[in-house]
C-alpha cells in the first residue's frame, strides 16, 4: 500500500514556475515508477510526465517537453515535477500515481497505475 500527498501548486503568472512535490508513505518507494497527471475543468485527465523506478527514464507529454522535468528523491520518498514557463493552459488539478515495477511503454495510461493522491491545484494566469 502507497499513499501519495502532493504540495506545491498555487497561482502563478504566465512565465512563471511552480515545482510540485509528490511525497509517499512505505518503505518500497524505489520499485515504483511514478507519474504525473492533470485534469483541466470540463476535460479528462492527462498524462503529464513519468519516470522510472530507478530514475533512469523520463517521458513527457508533447504540451509539457522541454518546460517541465520530473525526478525522484528516492531517499526521501518523493518525486518532484519543476514546471518552467507555465502558460495559462497548463492551469488543472495536478496528480501523483504510483506503479509497482516497470511501465513497459505504458507509462501515460491512467490505468497503469495502481495509486493516486488527491491532487493540488495550479493556476496559471495570463
Known amino acids: 500500500q502507497v499513499q501519495l500527498v502532493e504540495s506545491g501548486g498555487g497561482l502563478v503568472q504566465a512565465g512563471g514556475s511552480l515545482r510540485l512535490s509528490c511525497a509517499a508513505s512505505g518503505r518500497t518507494f524505489s520499485s515504483y515508477s511514478m507519474g504525473w497527471f492533470r485534469q483541466a475543468p470540463g476535460k479528462e485527465r492527462e498524462f503529464v510526465a513519468a519516470v522510472t523506478w530507478s530514475g533512469g527514464s523520463t517521458y513527457y507529454a508533447d504540451s509539457v517537453k522541454g518546460r517541465f522535468t520530473i525526478s525522484r528523491d528516492n531517499a526521501k520518498n518523493t518525486v518532484y515535477l519543476q514546471m518552467n514557463s507555465l502558460k495559462p493552459e497548463d492551469t488543472a488539478v495536478y496528480y501523483c500515481?504510483?506503479?509497482?515495477?516497470?511501465?513497459?511503454?505504458?507509462?501515460?495510461?491512467?490505468?497503469?497505475?495502481?495509486?493516486w493522491g488527491q491532487g493540488t491545484q495550479v493556476t496559471v494566469s495570463s
Open positions: 500515481a504510483a506503479h509497482l515495477g516497470n511501465f513497459y511503454s505504458r507509462y501515460d495510461r491512467l490505468s497503469v497505475y495502481e495509486y
